[in-house]
């Protein structure tokens, strides 16, 4: 990826290498509604090129910051390099967010643009926030918006020559998933995001690239910056086909992956989990996948399972990558069918999340009180050492340096252990952890255990026994009290679970369960044991 100069020439240059890529969509485009769910890579430049138009028309240029907030579909990505043609930098954020969260994120943003559609308007019109106060001019991608420019006034506007670009300067402002509050936006430039992220990926890696004849599928939040590395890293790479999936609701995920069948599939560890009962169909849309890949959280070992028992690949390999928004992947992990046939087991495998990345990441594990390293073996704070951190937290440079303190090794905030090997082993979050003992481990142990469990979450609180979470297919309906006190009959002390359906719970737009307004509503605002000073 060293030829490309500029991010937003990505489909430019690859149709000068006469790309066979198509790419497949569940839906048109949110920008191109009228275009179709196909494309071809020179069509991908052209759409690229017209969008470049749109945003100078808009008033975008070199240096100035485009935010993108909108419903979730691949042309979060296509909108990034459209900006990014123009030297401009994007700022793609979900529309999944509350309307007084985002408006404090375009408050510290500053846009010169935003891109947005009619409806995110009227929800913060409906909250008492005006969303198009905060950038210079505001666009409606779908119906006429007060205070918006419709798409149609701007479209056939031509779109200057690419700019030039620094490669160290920011590229696209992602933001963090928000678990524990307000998420956090961090600038990535080209030499973190496309050199040292995409461009490890783009390696021909045995097992882990693509090949000619695969189609490759994601069905992620492609507001987040995975959904940029990937794109520019899966088509490089020139599979025959690539697709995206932007409504994961189990029946509509189904009838397009029956049509467009993938061998390689990446999507949000939430999303696994719901599509666990498509996986175990005698006829699984999954039966021709040789290469399942997780990243934003660790998986809980049944629907590992229950995904390669669902395709006819002999040696099917589930690849677990661990990392964060700030740094990128910094371990990974092959999962097989034979490491994951123990069921039930008190310390299951999942949680085992790797080694660091080679030549690329380091890890070591400190003190949270002393700052001190700790031996191997022994619980600590993880810091990782990696060269695809980003540029800091944008209205925010207090708290960066925080993690940072100045120094090249960033703190992740999870309490982990460094294993023998040089693996790691995750513990909770800081702000999650309880003493002696692990809310992970237990949830991993729980849903191993339990069929019936969809998910498992253990929040711990000073002064009182950890309180399991349980969430099932229809709430109450399905405990089984017996078999709950069989199962963590072995387990530290737990407080009597409480029952929810899988909508009930607060998530981010990747599918994570927002821990802290779970326990806001659960447990009376009871305190933390870990600092949270790391969040």
């Known amino acids: 990826m060293k030829t490309l100069d500029n991010p937003g ?117 409906e909250a008492g926030v005006d969303l198009t106060s905060f950038a210079r001019r505001t666009v409606s991608i779908d119906r006429p918006t007060p205070g918006a420019v419709p798409l149609a006034d701007l479209r056939g506007h031509p ?61 992620i939040s492609f507001a987040h910056g995975r959904a940029l590395a990937w794109t520019a890293s899966v088509f490089w790479l020139a599979p025959r086909e690539v697709t995206a999936v932007c409504d994961p609701t189990p029946e509509r995920a189904e009838a397009f992956l029956r049509a467009h069948p993938p061998t390689i599939l990446e999507t949000l560890p939430s999303t696994y989990v719901r599509w ?54 910094l371990t990974f992990r092959f999962l097989t069918r034979a490491a994951m046939a123990r069921q039930g087991q008190r310390h299951p495998t999942t949680r085992d999340v790797g080694w660091p990345v080679p030549t690329r990441t380091r890890l070591r594990a400190i003190d949270p009180v002393t700052f001190r390293p700790v031996p191997r073996g022994t619980p600590g704070l993880i810091m990782a050492r990696t060269k695809g951190l980003g540029l800091g937290y944008v209205g925010e440079e207090e708290r960066w340096w925080a993690k940072s303190r100045g120094t090249s090794w960033w703190n992740t905030g999870d309490i982990g252990v460094i294993t023998r090997s040089g693996g790691l082993r995750l513990v909770d979050r800081e702000v999650d952890t309880i003493p002696e003992s692990s809310c992970l481990e237990m949830e991993d142990v729980i849903d191993d255990r339990l069929p019936w469990v969809l998910e498992c979450i253990v929040l711990g609180a000073p002064g009182r026994s950890p309180l399991p979470v349980i969430v099932t297919a229809n709430g109450t309906a399905d405990m089984d009290a017996a078999a709950w006190r069989s199962a963590v009959a072995d387990l530290p002390p737990l407080a009597e679970p409480i029952v929810m359906a899988w909508e009930e719970l607060p998530r981010t737009a990747t599918g994570k369960v927002r821990r802290h307004q779970l326990r806001e509503l659960l447990l009376d605002g009871a305190g933390h044991h870990g600092t949270g000073q790391w969040t």
């Open 9 to 125: 020439r990505l489909f430019d240059v690859l149709a000068q290498r006469n790309s066979p890529t198509t790419l497949c969509l569940s839906r048109p485009l949110d920008i191109a509604p009228d275009s179709g769910t196909a494309y071809s890579v020179r069509q991908l430049a052209e759409l690229t090129e017209q969008a470049a138009g749109w945003l100078a028309a808009a008033g975008a240029g070199p240096g100035e910051r485009v935010a993108v907030v909108k419903p979730n579909h691949w042309d979060f990505v296509l909108l990034t390099l459209a900006a990014a043609r123009l030297g401009a930098v994007a700022a793609p954020i979900s529309a999944h967010l509350a309307p007084d969260t985002v408006a404090t994120m375009l408050k510290r943003l500053e846009p010169a643009v935003l891109v947005t559609t009619a409806d995110v308007v009227r929800s913060g019109a």
């Open 159 to 219: 779109a200057p020559p690419p700019a030039k670009r620094d490669d160290d300067q920011p590229l696209v402002i992602i933001h963090t998933s928000g678990t524990t509050g307000v998420p956090k936006l961090v600038p990535h430039s080209t030499t973190t995001i496309i050199r040292r992220l995409a461009g490890f990926e783009a390696h021909r890696w045995p097992v882990l690239a693509s090949r000619p004849e695969d189609s490759v599928a994601s069905a």
């Open 276 to 329: 666990q009962s498509l996986a175990s169909t005698p006829d699984s849309v999954f039966s021709r996948v040789r290469l399942y890949i997780s990243t934003f959280d660790a998986m809980h070992p049944p629907t590992v399972r229950a995904f390669l028992a669902a395709t006819r690949r002999k040696r099917p390999v589930w690849l677990q990558g661990w990392g964060q928004s700030e740094t990128g992947p």
